[in-house]
């Protein structure tokens, strides 16, 4: 992480009350606070979660004018903007709540060579943007974003490859090169998203080779642990002695995970054992068993927490505490998305801590992908819906007595 996270702020045994709805809100007009309000009320209504891309789809296909709707409504909830000037508003209202801004360029479903090179040079000018712009600490990429997924697939199966292939890898890795020489060139982290385990193998090889390379006197290139997969924990322990026998900084972002449903069809499908948890509660074992390992580990490890659950935002903090480490310790970092879970940014960010919002941005078509999948996710999170609504009843009765 780069070093634009403000001065040395002491340990403070006080935690952070993640039910202070004043400061939670506090860059929210009335009229923010109303939109936020009835969208999650309609994202509760499952049959709406479900329905909804088809009928959008449809709608866009037939020509009527729904792309204006959705930009004012859950396009402005879960992202910053068209492009990366339009999320200049955004930036600066999450700045002044003490938390920073990672750009995600969030087009998806692109296969061909020239989408890739153009996404390249996206990515290129976000991490050049926040070697400029202090209130972008970190920065980040879908590999899938760059290369071509039947591709990695196979590279992850270690299928022989055609020279017309190998070629084409030879592409890929060199796109990410590329990405991550300018990260180290600039000073600025670059975090590689996880994906799908059946093409995971891929990106953790080359995740490898990039901080082996560019990550010897500081943290620059991030790899992402999504510790609902059952040998995830067993994965970061693993890299965690490879940083430190072969003398590099282990960048990791920790994360739940993404494709559960996905995954355990898949498995099912094809006959092989789920890689994915049982049940929540391994999967939230795992998770904040990552977080003390890495705090265990913090001279040799820089993590950043992406997590929207208070019980591990509060662990991280306790342990922050109990190793008398700063609040902005430049190796720690706790993260979440645009529009979900300010209780626990805003509040952490009042508190000194190093915070970060994910904020999407692209063509509102393009991006139609992840706001169905934050719509589905608020559904899908046990309790994740009710804990919005309920945060922001709160704080409209609040200003309502003041």
Known sequence: MNQNLGETIPTNIDLPDFNDTEIAFKGKTNEELDRAYWLFKIIANNFLTKVGPYLTNSAIKIGLPVIPLIKKTIFAQFCGGETIEECNATIAQLDNGRVGTILDYSVEGEQQEKSFIHTTEEIMAI?????????????????????????????????????????????????????????????????????????????????????????????????????????????????????????????????????????????QRMGYPSPIHVNKEATDNDYNEAIKRCIRHIDHTAFVAGTHNEQSCRLLAEQINEYRLPHNHPHICFSQLLGMSDNLSFNLGSAGYNVTKYVPYGPVKSVLPYLFRRAEE?????????????????????RRIN
């Open 127 to 267: 991490i050049r943007k926040a070697k400029t712009d202090p209130r972008i600490p970190l920065t980040v990429f879908k590999p899938t974003g760059v290369a071509r997924f039947e591709l990695l697939k196979k590279v992850s199966a270690k299928a022989s490859l055609s020279t017309a292939e190998q070629a084409e890898y030879f592409k890929v890795k060199a796109r990410i090169n590329q990405i991550c020489r300018l990260a180290y060139e600039l000073d600025v982290p670059v975090m590689i998203d996880a994906e799908e385990s059946w093409i995971q193998n891929a990106i953790d090889d080359i995740a490898t080779e990039m901080m082996r390379t560019y990550n010897r006197e500081r943290a620059i290139v991030y790899n992402t642990y999504q510790l609902y997969r059952n040998d995830k924990l067993a994965s970061l322990q693993a890299d965690i002695y490879l940083a430190e026998t072969d003398g590099f900084i282990l960048g990791a972002k920790l994360v739940r995970g993404a494709y559960m449903e996905k995954e355990r069809e898949r498995a």
């Open 378 to 398: 608020n559904t899908a999170i046990a309790g994740q819906t009710g804990r919005e609504l309920k945060l922001i009843a709160a704080e409209k009765e609040r």
